[in-house]
Nanobody, 117 residues
């Protein structure tokens, strides 16, 4: 069983910044990709950004230019730097880990991000 642990959420004013961290309990060699998803109140879960084993990144249109995803392979950790936050970014942010074997996915429990206007 892969453990996925997020941290870094909180309350911030509009225009502020937060950095989320996600650590996986397995070697980066067994991970195909890691990503961040979010689920706002009354909304479906949606992709925010992901990063492949090779370092290729993919962003949702609504965060391009504001959020940056990165990874530290030595720590099996992925980060999401969120700048210029907006009230509509308020959501629970979930980390997802996709394994090399069978593309199996594991989820963290989520971390709340609240942006006040």
């Amino acid at each position: 069983q892969v453990q996925v642990e997020e941290s870094g959420g909180g309350l911030v004013q509009a225009g502020g910044s937060l950095r989320l961290s996600c650590a996986a309990s397995v070697s980066i060699l067994s991970i195909k990709a890691m990503g961040w998803y979010r689920q706002g109140p009354g909304k479906q879960r949606e992709l925010v950004a992901d990063i492949s084993r090779g370092g290729n990144t993919n962003y949702a249109e609504f965060v391009k230019g504001r959020f940056t995803i990165s990874r530290d392979n030595a720590k099996n950790t992925v980060y999401l730097q969120m700048n210029s936050l907006k009230p509509e970014d308020t959501a629970v942010y979930y980390c997802n880990v996709m394994m090399v074997i069978n593309n199996r996915r594991y989820w963290g429990q989520g971390t709340q991000v609240t942006v006040s206007s």
